[in-house]
């Protein structure tokens, strides 16, 4: 029986010329890619090293950390059953299942990963992938694809090409396409005279990367830019313009990481602009906070921006979403639950607008009413449609979620030593 609430936000929605129940099926569509690492604070189970030097810091002490394969994926199962829809898991190589051996980088296969593969299968999931380019002895300088060490390049080459392989192998078993997803930590900290040689050793090593031909129904690659990092505040080899005109000239998927851009730019402009030229998008949903912090994402403009742009310009069948944050201050299976809600809820009130009406108000230049829409509909009681969505696919409404994360946290997370 549908709520009395919902039925008369129903009928409002009505009167704008909107079905709020197309959107709700609409919704219950998309996928987002829920980030390992967010579970065990970038840690990984290889024990090879550090975030040191790799532009990346997980701060925060909050007790109940993963330390194990199975501790991850029962932290997991507990977000999965407070976030409506169904969705994916976006792994990090480092987060293989190593079984004690040591396997290094260049060495991994889908052996390492075929654990992850079954229990996937079993959640109904699919899965996207990440060759991991930091916390490593070959990544201590902070150059990995763009080394001036040949051999060192070759070994983090390999890694990349062995990355591709499990993502494939990973969609072909699990008949969901993964993406796998290329960003390095390459950069300078201070003051840089060549800027030129390290880029054309990045395209080089990309070129190695990619020349295996794998079927796009298995696998899709990305590559991931950034503004700057710590240790590279100078100089990003990786930068959005090298590997926009990368993604373009080699038809890639173009990764667009809402932390990783000047604080007074924004993703909303560019989704419109490069898809104009890249076959499509990875959106790595974050929220930085002067600088790439990877806060946990918020129901805020700037998220609600974007989703608005997919929606307004008919991306979503051509965007990836998945989150990208780690903060370790907070429960994590919370940060985990609370991003991915909000951004499921930014989702919904965007496909909630009457598109095709403020199009028609643009185009026949009557800009009044198209702000006095868009104005009107802020208030609309979108609330209600999204706690719709949550009785639909059986997640707790509202922060009812809350009592769960803090029963799972007393029966499990607290007997977790530090």
Not at 111 to 127: D, P, R, T, Y
Request: glycine residues 8%; aromatic residues 10%.
């Amino acid at each position: 029986m549908q709520d009395h609430a919902y039925r008369l936000a129903r009928e409002a929605y009505a009167e704008w010329g909107v079905d709020t129940e197309a959107a709700l099926a609409r919704l219950a569509r998309i996928p987002l890619s829920l980030h390992c690492w967010q579970g065990d604070d970038v840690g990984g189970f290889e024990n090879s090293g550090d975030l040191a030097g790799s532009g990346l810091a997980a701060t925060g002490n909050y007790p109940g950390k993963a330390r194990t394969i199975p501790e991850l994926r029962s932290d997991l199962d507990q977000a999965f059953k407070l976030i409506p829809g169904q969705h994916r898991l976006n792994l990090h190589a480092c987060y293989g299942d190593f079984e004690g051996r040591k396997v290094d980088r260049d060495e991994i296969t889908v052996a390492q990963f075929q654990s992850w593969i079954a229990w996937a299968k079993a959640q109904g999931l699919g899965l996207d992938f990440n060759p991991t380019y930091f916390a490593h002895p070959k990544a201590a300088s902070g150059f990995t694809l763009a080394h001036p060490d040949k051999g060192i390049r070759e070994f983090w080459i390999r890694h990349g090409i062995a990355c591709r392989r499990i993502g494939a192998e990973m969609g072909r078993q699990l008949g969901s396409t993964t993406i796998t997803n290329v960003w390095i930590p390459d950069g300078m900290k201070d003051v840089t005279v060549d800027r030129r040689a390290p880029r054309a050793r990045l395209e080089e090593s990309l070129d190695a990367i990619f020349a295996e031909a794998i079927d796009p129904r298995h696998h899709l690659d990305a590559v991931e830019s950034k503004l700057f990092g710590i240790g590279s505040e100078s100089y990003v080899v990786g930068s959005h313009e090298f590997y926009l005109g990368y993604a373009v000239r080699h038809r890639k998927l173009l990764c667009l990481d809402a932390g990783h851009f000047h604080p007074t730019e924004t993703l909303t402009d560019k989704i419109s602009a490069v898809l104009q030229f890249v076959p499509g998008l990875l959106l790595h949903v974050s929220r930085g906070l002067r600088w790439d912090s990877d806060h946990v994402v918020i129901f805020d403009d700037h998220l609600r921006n974007l989703m608005e742009e997919l929606v307004r310009g008919e991306y979503l069948d051509r965007t990836y979403i998945g989150l990208d944050y780690f903060d370790a201050s907070i429960n994590r299976i919370a940060a985990w639950t609370i991003g991915a809600r909000n951004t499921l809820r930014a989702l919904l009130q965007a496909l909630l607008e009457p598109t095709a009406k403020l199009r028609e108000l643009e185009f026949a230049g009557d800009c009044t009413a198209r702000l006095t829409w868009l104005e009107e509909l802020k208030t609309l009681p979108s609330g209600a449609v999204w706690d719709e969505h949550c009785r639909q696919q059986d997640v707790p409404v509202g922060r009812r979620w809350l009592a769960e994360v803090k029963a799972y946290e007393d029966r499990i997370l607290s007997r977790r030593s530090s």
